[in-house]
Antibody
């Protein structure tokens, strides 16, 4: 069974850094892309970017380029999303999802989500 | 960027009824690269349909997708109690964008 398990909820202050994780199991982690999706409370969904753990090829949605960093450690089947300096506007639920391919860019399995709250 | 507009915003129906959800694109979606997801409160989205009409693994056949070009439809033939949720369409033919969602609520 394909599973993506994300790290727990975080409460941070503006300006702090953060790295959240997404661990895959039940499939070949290096053979599929992993994407990150943001959902602001009560709002819709937005893709942020994707990574191919096999070779760490990473693509960002333009609005997120330079705002976050996506990485992966294939030795432990884990993908990451990190911020160097959080803002209040980063408060959201963040999901990771397995993506079939760069052309079939939809999430067929999803993590449970990580709630990030940024507040002074 | 392709903008997806879903309608209606809220659909109030009873169990057993048929639900028809619309997703309209601002430009043609190439190769019918359109997916549908279901999201229940406090849960992650779940893939229902990809390629406009292919059901994802484990999805009951009461869910069906259709359409091409700029007009797509998700149909739930007979609503079960567990189908009341928010539904999102997403296109992946040109960059990737989601619709704003349709809430299917119990009447």
């Amino acid at each position: 069974e394909v599973q993506l398990v994300q790290s727990g909820a975080e409460v941070k202050k503006p300006g702090e850094s953060l790295k959240i994780s997404c661990k895959g199991s039940g499939y070949s982690f290096t053979s599929y892309w992993i994407g990150w999706v943001r959902q602001v409370p009560g709002k819709g969904l937005e893709w942020m970017g994707i990574i191919y753990p096999g070779d760490s090829d990473t693509r960002y949605r333009p609005s997120f380029q330079g705002q976050v960093t996506i990485s992966a450690d294939k030795s432990i089947s884990t993908a990451y999303l990190q911020w160097s300096s959080l803002k209040a506007s980063d408060t959201a639920m963040y999901y990771c999802a397995r993506i079939m391919s760069i052309f079939d860019y939809y999430g067929d399995s999803w993590g449970q989500g990580t709630l990030v709250t940024v507040s002074s | 960027e392709i903008v997806l507009t879903q309608s209606p915003g809220t659909l109030s129906l009873s169990p057993g009824e048929r639900a028809t959800l619309s997703c309209r694109a601002s430009q043609s979606v190439s190769s019918s690269y359109l997916a549908w997801y279901q999201q229940k409160p406090g849960q992650a989205p779940r893939l229902l349909i990809y390629g406009a009409s292919s059901r994802a693994t484990g999805i009951p056949d009461r869910f069906s997708g259709s359409g091409s070009g700029t007009d797509f439809t998700l149909t739930i033939s007979r609503l079960e109690p567990e189908d009341f949720a928010v539904y999102y369409c997403q296109q992946y033919g040109s960059s990737q964008t989601f619709g704003q969602g349709t809430k299917v609520e119990i009447k």
